[in-house]
């Protein structure tokens, strides 16, 4: 039966108990589908962002410094933009706090040393290009009919230098964002002061509003978190000596383990034999860093001044060690087994040398970390050469088999020469023992390199002395001095 209630109409059907129930139609076949299509669709959209908002968490629970750079940046941006908002700060500035606005989101990096260097080429560029536009601009107007050719050479001439200038390695390093800046500012305020009257005028309001555009970022990103790229500098280079030191030991190990044993290795214990690659993949990184660094103030140990130059001789010099490293990690993964009488042979002198080796490297760590000289060091450095003396004596007392023509042996030559035969090793399973060892004693002797390098940085840098080197340090044993 069919009822009708305030406009509406349903159906009912009586049931055995005498009541009645509604009949609710079934959806259409278009419609079901419409809803399924969009069930789906907002299923796949809400894993995306789901997927989206756990990877930007990931991001910034992995480094918080991105976190606090951008809001760093947020608020460098709200304070420029009062500028534009207040009428009589707006006017103040002649109208260009845009120009302010456009400063900030141009020249605010990550870390100081950034901010820095593009705030100064920005602004020592343009008012280079500022002045030497209204120059232009002066000779032109005297110069009658010929104003237009004027300026127009000069734009070609002017750009055409600071072009130039951006290919040569050494300036661009260090002012290729300040070329860039000069380019776009002379052309503008040259090229513009053609059809503009109040010339110096416009060049004064563009120079106040970059001026207060860097003033704030320079104040934020100082004096708010701040972020020094000598700092980073300085602790990647301690990273990269920790990294050498484990993948020095891991790789000499894994090396002389047994086989049952070298089959079964963690995650972690191969993150530490790769832990060369990093030292080698990091020299863009270091020399960056050291560009940047030399642009900002002193700030905790380091000095005005401080020699940051050396870190990238540093790096240098372990990346040269490395490449020793990555040569062992192939001696490790050669297919031919090398018999366990020859590892016996090699195997204390090798793991000696590895030991000493990578104690200095973890001293050079210690030296970096704590900004201190190491009282230590010449002791490490003798105990590691005079490892490096042994393990060659264990290469010149290899017994090696040799061709020659057999002769007919006493009785008692036979059975000395029996126990001989046992010990006896061919050229073929010494090799692959001989280049690791030959590998090892290269490294030791780039090892020095890295400590000397180390050694000047303490000394320029003015490191503190050790303050475990007491009076009584005197009477131990000191290692021979090296002629």
Known sequence: MASQEAGKLEWRISVDNGTTERLVPRSGLSKRFFLWLKGLVMKVIMERIAKFMRKAWRIGADDPAKVVHCLKVGLALSLVSIFYYMRPLYDGVGGNAMWAIMTVVVVFESNVGATFCKCVNRVVATILAGSLGIAVHWVATQSGKAEVFVIGCSVFLFAFAATYSRFVPSFKARFDYGAMIFILTFSLVSVGGYRVDKLVELAQQRVSTIAIGTSICIIITVFFCPIWAG?????????????????????????????????????????????????????????????????????????????????????????????????????????????????????????????????????????????????KMDFLVFDMNSAVQELQETLKTVPIETNKPEEVPSEEENKVDSEERNTLMSLHEVLPVATLVSLLIENAARIQTAVEAVDELANLADFEQDSKKKSGDNNTKQPPLSS
Request: charged fraction near 30%; hydrophobic fraction near 35%.
């Open 231 to 375: 700092s980073q500098l300085h602790r990647l280079i301690e990273r990269n000596l920790e990294k050498l030191a484990d993948s020095l030991d891991g790789c000499v190990a894994e090396y002389f383990k047994e086989n049952e044993v070298s089959t079964n290795r963690n995650e972690d214990t191969n993150m530490k034999l790769q832990g060369f690659k990093c030292v080698l993949n990091s020299k863009g990184t270091e020399e960056a860093m050291a560009n940047l660094a030399r642009w900002e103030p002193a700030h905790g140990s380091f000095n005005f001044r401080h020699p940051w130059k050396l870190y990238v001789k540093i790096g240098a010099a372990m990346r040269r060690c490395a490449y020793c490293l990555e040569n062992l990690s192939i001696c490790i993964s050669y297919e031919t087994e090398t018999p366990d009488q020859v590892k016996k042979h090699f195997g204390e002198a090798c793991m000696k040398l590895s030991s000493a080796s990578s104690k200095i490297l973890r001293e050079l760590m210690e030296m970096m970390k704590n900004t201190r000289k190491s009282s």
